[in-house]
């Protein structure tokens, strides 16, 4: 018996276009180029962060809630002239990434994340890991996320939660 | 309606400690308000866009503060002055205004 190849190598590049568009969206932000960040949604995109207990309550709360490409472009302005923080940066990783599925142009996806945030004094800290449960469209011969949802399993930030996740 | 959880624990009737749900909008709300009460909340929180310095700053005087943990410190926020400290009407001076006429008032 042969196992015909085809829907494999379709899968394998699909994942490899996902992971592309994973690493591109943590570089976005661990490189500081925030303004990019909201061009990786679609203009009427979602961004939620949330935690664990209130997605598992079905509690509707979000700490961040962006409905549309407006509101983030929001978020990076006020972050870069009106919020006052500490500098501090981030280290993305993403892993356990599967495409759950396709349907009508639109691909479920789900990842594990850890952010790893160094301070303006060098100390470095775990600041945040969870779930990440997406939808992505191609628009313009590229993915974009239409809808982004960060669970956090912590519900206790340190200090304060400015740069995305 | 519940939105979130209650960060602390709090007494209940019977004496039960839990967190209770946090009721944050109405039974009546339609979908447009629930949706707006949701956006509302971007202000505030960890993430909240004008709350988040409250973390910062909370911070920064625990850093401070903890020099001598066996000691009391005390942050006098410029001290018995009331001068305003800055060119702005955003400063501590009607705070320390207060303070200063309470302690006259209770004569310490």
């Known amino acids: 018996m042969r196992l015909d190849s ?5 899968d394998l590049a699909l994942r490899l276009r996902v992971e592309d568009f994973y690493a591109e969206y943590a570089q976005t932000i661990d490189d500081d180029r925030l303004e990019d960040w909201p061009g990786l949604f679609t203009e009427h995109g979602t961004y939620r962060v949330t935690t664990r207990e209130n997605l598992d309550s079905g509690l509707p709360l979000a700490l961040i809630y962006c409905d549309g490409r407006s509101m983030m472009e929001d978020r990076i302005s006020a972050l870069r002239t009106a919020n006052i923080y500490e500098p501090h940066v981030y280290c993305h990783s993403t892993s356990a990434l599967r495409v759950l599925g396709t349907s009508g142009g639109e691909i479920r996806t789900r990842a594990n994340f850890t952010v790893l945030r160094t301070m303006s004094e060098g100390d470095t800290a ?3 890991c969870g779930r990440y449960f997406d939808q992505l469209v191609e628009e313009d011969g590229r993915l974009r996320f239409r809808a982004r949802l ?16 | 309606m519940a939105f979130q959880k209650a960060s602390a624990v709090v007494a209940t009737k019977g004496g039960k400690r839990e967190r209770p749900d946090v009721e944050d909008a109405f039974e009546d709300d339609d979908e447009e308000m629930k949706e707006l009460r949701l956006k509302v909340n971007n202000l505030v929180g960890p993430a909240g866009l004008i709350s988040m310095e409250d973390g910062c700053v909370g911070g920064w005087v625990q850093r401070a503060a903890k020099a001598d943990p066996d000691a009391t410190t005390v942050m ?33």
């Open chain 1, 126 to 128: 775990i600041f945040a």
């Open chain 2, 76 to 108: 006098p926020m410029g001290g018995r002055n009331v001068e305003a400290s800055q060119g702005s009407r955003i400063t501590e001076a009607a705070v320390r205004g207060f303070w200063k006429g309470w302690r006259e008032c209770m004569g310490c």
């Open chain 1, 6 to 10: 085809a829907p494999i190598d379709r």
């Open chain 1, 150 to 165: 960060a669970v956090l399993d912590s519900r206790q930030v340190d200090t304060l939660l400015v740069i995305p996740i």
